[in-house]
């Protein structure tokens, strides 16, 4: 049973930095995908970042790069997401996912965390 543990969401004002961890549990994530999703009241689950877990190489959607940084720690099975410069269009609930292969389609992935809010107020 893998099991997803999201953190580091909060209340943030624009310009400012938080730090989401999502620790992994349950199978050996050396040949899977992480990503991180978000999703904001009435729109639909968007891709925001991804790394392959076992190359190292990260993915971006557009609205995010060059503020944000996924990053994984494999001792502690654990990816991180920082978001610097944020902007209250971030405001949303966050989740990671884990999968076979880095896509941006949710439903390409097979495992979910619980999610954890970002608020950015302006």
């Known amino acids: 049973q893998v099991q997803l543990v999201e953190s580091g969401g909060g209340l943030v004002q624009a310009g400012g930095s938080l730090r989401l961890s999502c620790a992994a549990s349950?199978?050996?994530?050396?040949?899977?995908?992480m990503g991180w999703f978000r999703q904001a009241p009435g729109k639909e689950r968007a891709f925001v970042a991804g790394?392959?877990?076992?190359?190292?190489?990260?993915y971006y959607a557009g609205s995010v790069k060059g503020r944000f940084t996924i990053s994984r720690d494999n001792a502690r099975n654990t990816v991180y997401l920082q978001m610097n410069s944020l902007k209250p269009e971030d405001t949303a609930v966050y989740y990671c996912?884990?999968?076979?292969?880095?896509?941006?389609?949710?439903?390409?992935?097979?495992?979910w965390g619980q999610g954890t809010q970002v608020t950015v107020s302006s």
């Open positions: 996912a884990v999968g076979n292969v880095v896509r941006v389609t949710p439903q390409s992935y097979d495992y």
């Open positions: 349950g199978r050996t994530f050396s040949t899977s995908a």
């Open positions: 790394i392959s877990w076992s190359s190292g190489s990260t």
